[in-house]
């Protein structure tokens, strides 16, 4: 059973670094390719980053492409989103997503509850 829980959130300004990670207390995470979405107030959920189930293969959102990057420790069942060069702009409830390499958030079935990052000017 997938059980994905996000920590690492929190306030920083911008040009800042933050890391978010996503545990699978389930410990079936090293299966399955794994996603980071974000969704600020009034907004729909956006991709982020995708990573298959080996490290091979990452796809990422154009907006944070060369800010971000997604990493996987499958021997700790846990998914990393290393942000740095924050801008105001990603201020966002992020949530990581299993069991898929996929940029849409609706191929997702399994989320966590999502860490606030909030970004300031």
């Known amino acids: 059973q997938v059980q994905l829980g996000e920590s690492g959130g929190g306030l920083v300004q911008a040009g800042g670094s933050l890391r978010l ?6 410990r079936t995470l090293s299966r ?3 996603g980071w979405f974000r969704q600020a107030p009034g907004k729909e959920r956006e991709f982020v980053a995708t990573i298959n189930w080996s490290s091979a293969s990452i796809y990422y ?9 997604i990493s996987r420790d499958n021997a700790k069942n846990t998914v990393y989103l290393q942000m740095t060069r924050l801008k105001p702009e990603d201020t966002a409830v992020y949530y990581c997503a299993a069991e898929q390499y996929s940029s849409n958030w609706r191929d997702y079935e399994y989320w966590g509850q999502g ?4 970004v300031s000017s």
């Open 115 to 118: 860490t606030q990052v909030t």
């Open 32 to 34: 399955y390719g794994m």
């Open 61 to 69: 959102a154009d907006s944070v492409l060369g800010r971000f990057a």
């Open 21 to 26: 990670s996503c545990v699978d207390s389930g």
